[in-house]
């Protein structure tokens, strides 16, 4: 069952469904709305259903997520008019727009692909959009409201559009109201609502008539109404409570159009300044390009920037390499008696360097190699195990080296007691 609706010419809007017997063959629906009224077409996810295989699991309920694609056939794309919404896999996808006038007459070919995303499996179906002309179009009274409280696909539920058109009968009173465009806030620059409170994203909705806006509806444009607008408060309208149960408008984006009142603005194009002479055909360039002597761009861009880095070179080598100042200079610069101190200085360090090279002390017993230097044998310790070295001091009193020289020292009582000195 293909189900679409036009919202057109009577109190409310009047919808129909076509039936056709589908079998696993594609087949193609028709459907015909008229230029400039409101077409909106449902791809229901039961209908579908049946082109993909059933559910596993016998008896239970088959609830899988399709998607839908929508293009115009042989295009990548939909036609400019139409637009597609479809907020999860779970709902029904909806094509809806305006048919402009320059498609009357001509099959608009909607290639509709269903996705299965369980089995992945597609189904391909063809919408033939016939549009007719319709009675009195455009319409010379047009009227865009901003409803706060809908999102689009909720708007274009027909219960809910037909209530909205019945609630601008009842305020417009017109013969003749028509349902033309719905759009999303978010096509209009729109920011998306936070998830909170149930905030939704807005929606305009631009009806038609046949007969001037009512005093209530111009109420907007009075001085009043416009201050509190700029001030970013709520206008004062009447016949808000009409609408107020179900729809919040926004009064300050109201738009109202008189098309009778409009002049027409196409001037006839007057030649002169500003329009180009015609030239005749183009004429593209000739295939033979004459040759092109590339040797004053390598002097610009190598051999002058060249020059310049060896120029710059060379002044640099003659500063540091030819305008030393040397130690003579530095040594004239020194006063006399700063160079006497260095050079006293550099003489003491050198002999106390060469006389630590001439020490012939014996070394350390702690020292001593565990191994003979000369045969390499073990040499035995120099005290048994069972010394007792507790009263050893830590370094032992070397004697019957050689260069020693007894030396007497003198004692309290007249004494005298020898040290031991070394004379190298």
């Given at each position: 069952?293909?189900?679409?609706?036009?919202?057109?010419v009577?109190?409310?809007?009047f919808?129909?469904?076509?039936?056709?017997?589908l079998?696993?063959?594609?087949?193609?629906?028709?459907v015909?709305?008229s230029a400039?009224?409101?077409?909106v077409?449902?791809?229901e996810r039961?209908?579908?259903?049946?082109?993909?295989?059933?559910?596993?699991?016998p008896?239970?309920?088959?609830n899988d997520?399709?998607?839908f694609?929508t293009?115009l056939?042989?295009?990548?794309?939909r036609?400019g008019w139409?637009r597609?919404i479809?907020?999860t896999?779970?709902s029904?996808?909806?094509?809806?727009?305006?048919p402009?006038?320059?498609n009357?007459?001509k099959?608009t070919i909607?290639?509709i692909?269903?996705?299965n995303?369980?089995?992945?499996e597609?189904?391909?179906?063809?919408?033939?959009?016939?549009i007719?002309s319709?009675?009195?179009?455009?319409l010379?009274y047009?009227a865009e409201f901003f409803?706060?409280n809908?999102?689009v696909?909720?708007m274009l539920?027909?219960?809910?559009l037909?209530?909205f058109?019945g609630?601008v009968?009842?305020?417009?009173q017109?013969?003749?109201l028509n349902?033309?465009?719905i759009?999303?806030?978010?096509?209009?620059g729109?920011r998306?609502?936070?998830?909170i409170n149930?905030?939704?994203?807005?929606?305009?909705v631009m009806v038609?008539?046949?007969?001037?806006f009512?005093s209530c509806l111009?109420?907007v444009?009075?001085?009043?109404n416009?201050?509190r607008c700029s001030q970013e408060?709520?206008?004062?309208?009447?016949?808000d409570?009409?609408?107020r149960?179900q729809?919040?408008?926004?009064w300050?984006k109201?738009?109202?159009v008189?098309?009778?009142?409009?002049?027409?603005?196409f001037?006839?194009?007057v030649?002169?300044?500003?329009i180009?002479?015609?030239?005749?055909?183009?004429?593209?360039?000739?295939?033979?390009l004459k040759?092109?002597?590339?040797?004053?761009?390598?002097l610009?861009?190598?051999?002058v920037?060249?020059a310049?880095a060896?120029?710059l070179f060379?002044i640099l080598?003659y500063?540091?390499?030819?305008?030393r100042?040397?130690?003579?200079?530095?040594?004239?610069?020194?006063p006399d008696?700063?160079?006497?101190h260095?050079?006293?200085?550099q003489?003491s360090?050198?002999?106390?360097?060469?006389m630590s090279?001439?020490?012939?002390?014996?070394?350390p017993?702690s020292?001593?190699?565990?191994?003979?230097?000369?045969?390499?044998?073990i040499?035995?310790p120099?005290?048994?195990d069972t010394?007792d070295?507790?009263?050893?001091?830590?370094?032992q009193t070397q004697q019957n080296l050689?260069?020693q020289?007894?030396i007497?020292?003198q004692?309290?009582a007249?004494?005298?007691?020898?040290?031991?000195?070394?004379i190298?």
């Amino acid at each position: 069952m293909s189900h679409f609706c036009l919202f057109s010419v009577s109190y409310l809007s009047f919808c129909f469904s076509v039936y056709t017997i589908l079998s696993k063959v594609h087949s193609d629906r028709n459907v015909y709305p008229s230029a400039g009224v409101l077409f909106v077409h449902v791809l229901e996810r039961e209908y579908f259903k049946g082109e993909f295989p059933p559910y596993p699991k016998p008896g239970e309920i088959s609830n899988d997520p399709i998607t839908f694609n929508t293009n115009l056939m042989g295009y990548p794309d939909r036609p400019g008019w139409l637009r597609y919404i479809q907020r999860t896999p779970y709902s029904d996808g909806v094509l809806y727009g305006s048919p402009t006038v320059e498609n009357v007459g001509k099959p608009t070919i909607i290639e509709i692909t269903a996705y299965n995303r369980r089995t992945f499996e597609t189904a391909r179906h063809n919408l033939i959009i016939n549009i007719m002309s319709a009675e009195d179009f455009p319409l010379p009274y047009q009227a865009e409201f901003f409803i706060r409280n809908m999102n689009v696909e909720e708007m274009l539920a027909s219960e809910v559009l037909g209530d909205f058109l019945g609630a601008v009968k009842n305020v417009w009173q017109p013969e003749r109201l028509n349902a033309i465009n719905i759009t999303s806030a978010l096509d209009r620059g729109g920011r998306v609502p936070l998830p909170i409170n149930d905030m939704k994203e807005g929606v305009y909705v631009m009806v038609g008539a046949d007969v001037p806006f009512s005093s209530c509806l111009r109420e907007v444009e009075n001085p009043q109404n416009q201050l509190r607008c700029s001030q970013e408060m709520e206008p004062v309208i009447t016949c808000d409570k009409k609408f107020r149960t179900q729809f919040h408008i926004d009064w300050c984006k109201i738009s109202l159009v008189d098309n009778t009142k409009q002049v027409s603005t196409f001037q006839e194009v007057v030649r002169g300044e500003g329009i180009l002479p015609d030239g005749g055909e183009y004429k593209p360039p000739s295939d033979t390009l004459k040759s092109r002597d590339y040797y004053s761009d390598f002097l610009i861009t190598l051999a002058v920037p060249s020059a310049i880095a060896l120029v710059l070179f060379l002044i640099l080598a003659y500063i540091m390499c030819c305008r030393r100042e040397g130690v003579e200079k530095r040594n004239m610069q020194t006063p006399d008696i700063q160079l006497v101190h260095h050079s006293a200085i550099q003489k003491s360090t050198k002999e106390l360097r060469d006389m630590s090279k001439n020490r012939e002390i014996a070394w350390p017993l702690s020292t001593l190699p565990v191994f003979h230097p000369v045969t390499g044998e073990i040499v035995p310790p120099l005290h048994t195990d069972t010394y007792d070295n507790t009263s050893m001091p830590l370094m032992q009193t070397q004697q019957n080296l050689p260069h020693q020289t007894q030396i007497p020292q003198q004692q309290s009582a007249g004494q005298y007691s020898e040290n031991t000195v070394i004379i190298k």
